[in-house]
């Protein structure tokens, strides 16, 4: 009895474990056969019905003559059966729209269709995906809303739609906890930043730049303290920098240009000690260049110009921030002596150079130490310099472009320029200049660009002068020169 008993337990034993097989054989099989038509109709949808076909990848080797695992772009789980967990289709032409339906890949954690021609709206049905992690639709010609069900997007950590034509405000992304990337540069986005924002607490990056936004800047962007990068240039931006973005000390990237700011830069912003890149220009800021600014000891690019900034350049700048390569300070009203260049000494990345349209005056240093090695562009004009051309510029042996023009600058042009063999550009014109051109000009074999105007240079126009071939601008107006135009200039193509 005991031993009938046990064989029908272990009967029934069995029994329930083929019930369980059989409704997971079912379960699986309802499972994949909702993938596959998922992913025919994102194929129909995406090569526009056959006409694009041929030049389509997807068209061609999504048949269902293989398993939809090997379809390229494709990628599954390892579970049996397999589910698709990635999409990668970016940068293969893909033309048509986003199909709906895709949302019924609901295994799907990555979806990357970025740089291609996808047009019409961002489905929101993908709002059901719950498992999404990654959305990329970046450079495509997507147009109208950003999807309101992307708050129902409770995994997602990353999601780039930059580049295309999106519409309407920036959804309260409140809901995303996970959230670590925004990026919607380039679209038309309107509307203000949602105050919810500030709740996405392990954000680290937020590139909004290039869109239509208005309103301030939130100060409570200051909670975000993971933050490493804030782009926000090139919108319609109003008030002041909050204080409040001192508290972003991982901060390395900051873009604020373009936009209608105003208020003076703080000094919170002497906390931003990580900063590497900090784009103010073209702005309406006021104030001066606070000194704290100089604790950014790992800035790369500092770019302030077209503000309404004045005051001396803090004197440690150079010292404090040895991996400068690019400075940027023009049309402010800036003074002081411009031999805060002497400072700069230190940075020997230094490639751009430029104060052009300020208030400085003094002499240029004859001394320019380590810039030597990789400064380009040097681009002092519009200021109230004066004394002579130091020889000493003409140790910027990688110098491009040299524009010194609307100064107070006499005397003679240093022999020593016409060492600067990479010199493509040369402003010197409106200084009281003297002397005359000197015959070795036309070893300068790379200029484009030469001007002399409005100086007191004499003697004659040097026959040299069509050897330079890639002349493409001569302006030797408004000057003392007595000769003929030389008939070599005309062999200039
Ligand atoms: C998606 O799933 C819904 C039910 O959840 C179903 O009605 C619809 O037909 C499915 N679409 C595809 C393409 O499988
Ligand atoms: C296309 O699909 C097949 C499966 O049929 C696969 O083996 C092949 O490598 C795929 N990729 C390309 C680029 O054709
Ligand atoms: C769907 O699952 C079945 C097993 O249930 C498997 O044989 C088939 O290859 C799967 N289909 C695809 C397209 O992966
Ligand atoms: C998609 O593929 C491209 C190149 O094939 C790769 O650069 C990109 O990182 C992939 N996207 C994702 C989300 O893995
Ligand atoms: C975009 O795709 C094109 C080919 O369609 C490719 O040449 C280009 O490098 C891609 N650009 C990016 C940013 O991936
Ligand atoms: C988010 O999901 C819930 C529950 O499925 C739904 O009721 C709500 O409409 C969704 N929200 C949006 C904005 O789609
Ligand atoms: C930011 O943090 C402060 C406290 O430090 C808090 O009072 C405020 O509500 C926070 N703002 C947001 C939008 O979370
Ligand atoms: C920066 O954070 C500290 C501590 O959380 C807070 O007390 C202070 O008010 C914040 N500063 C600004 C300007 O928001
Ligand atoms: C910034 O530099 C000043 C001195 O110039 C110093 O007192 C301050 O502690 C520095 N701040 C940070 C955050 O390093
Ligand atoms: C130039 O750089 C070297 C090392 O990179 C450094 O020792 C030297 O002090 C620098 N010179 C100036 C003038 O800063
Ligand atoms: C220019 O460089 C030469 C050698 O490279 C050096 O002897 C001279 O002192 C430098 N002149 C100036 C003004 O720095
Ligand atoms: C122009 O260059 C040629 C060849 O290099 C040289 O012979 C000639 O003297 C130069 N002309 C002038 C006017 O410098």
Known sequence: ???????????????????????????????????????????????????????????????????????????????????????????????????????????????????????????????????????????????????????????????????????????????????????????????????GLARCSILQKIYLSINKLTGSVPSSLGNLSELVVLSLGRNQFTGAIPASIGNLTRLQYLYLGFNHLKGEISMEMGNLVNLQELHLHDNGIVGSIPILLCNASKMIVLEVSTNNLIGPVPATL????????????????LS????????????????????????????LPDAYGNLSMNLQYFHVSLNHISGRIPAGLGNLSNLISLELASNELRGTIPRTLWRLKKLQVMYLGSNRLTGSIPSDIGLMTNWATISFTDNEFSGQIPDSLGNISRLQKLDLAENKLSSSIPLSLWNLT
């Not at 029934?12 to 409704?23: D, E, P, Q, R, T």
């Not at 998922?38 to 041929?54: C, I, M, V």
């Open 1 to 195: 009895m005991a031993f009938l008993f046990a064989i029908s337990k272990c009967l029934l034993f069995l029994v329930v474990l083929l019930l369980h097989a059989s409704a997971a054989i079912a379960a699986a099989a309802l499972d994949n056969s909702t993938d596959l038509p998922s992913l025919l109709a994102f194929k129909a949808a995406s090569t526009g019905g056959g006409g694009a076909a041929s030049n389509n990848i997807i068209a061609v080797n999504w048949t269902t003559d293989a398993p939809f695992c090997t379809w390229v772009g494709v990628g599954c789980s390892r579970q049996y059966p397999p589910r698709v967990v990635s999409l990668n289709l970016s940068s293969l032409s893909l033309q048509g729209t986003i199909s709906p339906r895709l949302s019924n890949l609901s295994f799907l954690s990555s979806l990357d269709l970025s740089n291609n021609s996808l047009s019409g709206t961002i489905p929101d049905t993908l709002g059901r995906l719950p498992r999404l992690a990654t959305l990329l639709l970046s450079r495509n010609l997507l147009s109208g809303l950003i999807p309101p069900s992307i708050v129902n997007m409770s995994s997602l950590v990353s999601i780039r739609l930059s580049h295309n034509h999106l519409s309407g405000s920036l959804p309260a992304l409140v809901l995303l906890p996970r959230i670590e990337k925004i990026g919607i540069g380039s679209n038309l986005l309107t509307g203000h930043i949602p105050v």
């Open 336 to 363: 002081g002596g411009i031999d805060f260049i002497a400072s700069l000494a230190n940075c020997k990345d230094l490639n751009f150079f430029e104060v052009i349209t300020n208030q400085f005056e003094g002499v």
């Open 318 to 333: 150079g010292k404090s921030m040895p991996f400068l390569r690019r400075l940027f300070m023009a049309e402010n009203a």
